[in-house]
């Protein structure tokens, strides 16, 4: 068997003089694939391996997500391409690996409390969070307070105490992020003051071109028809304008996001469906049917399953809904009857009688239903069960002051109305909520009126 190999680029070494000089905490961000992860994991078994009985810990927000994306993937990649000649040991149970000269390099997720403690009640002298986008400040401040071991590396001849460094990586989110502030515009992100050692932080930027020669050819042509947000993120690695009054931000969908597979059973399976006025020849003008796939988990989080919005008209989407009801063995489909009337219900029933249909009407601006859903998804009560760009962009194109998108956002809606649907007292709760906030202020602007008439 060929020995996978790994090509360090320039701007590779450049990234790893920055994690190895005196700045205590090291950004790498960039777009994805470009390498940040793996050197910063072969940063920390270099250092494993120069300090005996040293203990390093690798932090991601979930458990299930570190375990898949570090410790079956890029960890044993790295042992095998930077290390084939050192032995370790990997336990499967506390998720630790161990070096012979009794380093050991822990892996745990923030979202789990016992295995947090576990994991914070040691020391590291060297802790690095991955995917630093999806990190609360407050977690990587609790984190902060166990780089504290104190060891030993020979050098030069001389034992001197390893360096404690603070790796961090991330494809970057918005300028509205902590690790924004902290590492670019050098302040506090809790009350914005300079940092009193602007110089222990520091940060390289590495994008997918910098990886080229371990990315397969036609990886940065992918990226590059992304929509236009992810490629600024993905491809460019840039940090986002701030978009103010946001309902969704990617860092908060990537945080819940489901990586690995990992899903519970389904209580109930709805389809959202969201109509357009697409005839099934020359709609090119047209938008697409909305047609997601929600699922309520029995851990009590509903899942987007699958996004099957098309453009097309009713005798192509109206299969495509239908097939999808009997593949999930779903429970009904919820659809928009605004546009087209009692269109949707015809087209369901023609291409499956008796498919159980539920109509609802969008008697409420598209941000109004929307902030319910979004305030869910920010608790992790809705997530995505893999990764759908189209509907992502849409969703992250909601503001309190309207949509923001390019065009109709049918995904974002499809999805809006079967998460509804299987919330439906949590979202009746909120929007009786907005109602109530929203007559206070029509009261107290006709009060203000009256007195100064």
């Not at 940063?43 to 040293?54: D, F, Q």
């Not at 991330?170 to 050692?197: C, I, T």
């Not at 097309?312 to 495509?320: M, R």
């Not at 809606?413 to 709760?429: N, Q």
Request: some cysteine; hydrophobic content about 35%.
């Amino acid at each position: 068997m060929t020995q996978p190999s790994f090509k360090v680029t320039e701007k590779q070494h450049e990234a790893t003089r920055t994690l190895a000089s005196v700045a205590k905490h090291c950004l790498l961000y960039g777009g994805s694939r470009s390498g940040k992860t793996f050197l910063i994991i072969r940063a920390i078994v270099i250092r494993a391996l120069a300090a005996a009985h040293s203990r390093h810990a690798v932090l991601r927000f979930r458990f299930n997500h570190v375990k898949q994306s570090i410790c079956l993937d890029t960890f044993p990649k790295v042992m095998r391409v930077c290390f084939p000649e050192v032995q370790f040991k990997l336990d499967h149970t506390d998720w630790y690996a161990q070096f012979p000269n009794e380093s050991q390099i822990w892996f745990g997720g923030l979202d789990d409390k016992e295995r947090t403690e576990k994991i914070l009640g040691q020391e590291y002298a060297t802790i690095f969070l991955n995917e630093t986008s999806q990190i609360p400040f407050n977690s990587r401040n609790m984190a902060v307070t166990r780089l504290a071991q104190k060891v030993y590396h020979e050098l030069h001849g001389t034992q001197e105490q390893l360096r404690l460094k603070m790796y961090y990586d991330e494809n970057p989110p918005s300028q509205a992020h902590w690790s924004y502030r902290l590492f670019m515009r050098k302040v506090d992100p809790d009350n914005g003051r300079p940092l009193l050692d602007p110089e222990n932080y520091a940060a390289l930027r590495v994008n997918p071109e910098d990886n080229i020669d371990n990315l397969p050819a036609d990886y940065l042509a992918t990226l590059q028809s992304l929509p236009s947000r992810m490629r600024v993120r993905f491809l460019k690695g840039e940090f986002a304008d701030i978009t103010i009054g946001a309902l969704w931000g990617m860092e908060s969908i990537d945080k819940w996001r489901v990586v690995d597979g990992e899903l519970p059973d389904m209580q109930r399976i709805v389809i959202g469906v969201d109509p357009s006025g697409s005839d099934d020849v020359d709609n090119a003008g047209n938008d697409e049917t909305g047609i997601v796939v929600c699922g309520l988990g029995t851990d009590g989080n509903g899942y987007v399953l699958e996004d099957l919005s098309v453009k097309a008209g009713p005798k192509t989407w109206g299969n495509i809904v239908t097939t999808a009801f009997d593949r999930h063995a779903a429970d009904k489909v919820v659809g928009e009857v605004n546009y087209g009337g009692a269109m949707v219900n015809y087209v369901i029933q023609t291409t499956r009688p008796r498919t159980p249909f539920e109509s609802v009407t969008a008697s409420r601006g598209k941000v109004v239903r929307a902030e319910p859903i979004s305030s869910l998804a920010e608790q992790g009560k809705i997530r995505l069960a893999g990764n759908y760009q189209q509907l992502e962009e849409e969703l992250c194109s909601f503001t309190q002051n309207g949509y923001v998108g390019t065009d109709s956002p049918n995904r974002a809606d499809a999805m809006i109305w079967g998460m509804t649907e299987l919330f439906p007292g949590i979202v009746r709760k909120s929007l009786k909520e907005q109602q109530e906030v929203r007559h206070l202020v029509d009261v107290e602007s006709a009060s203000q009126g009256w007195l100064a008439a």
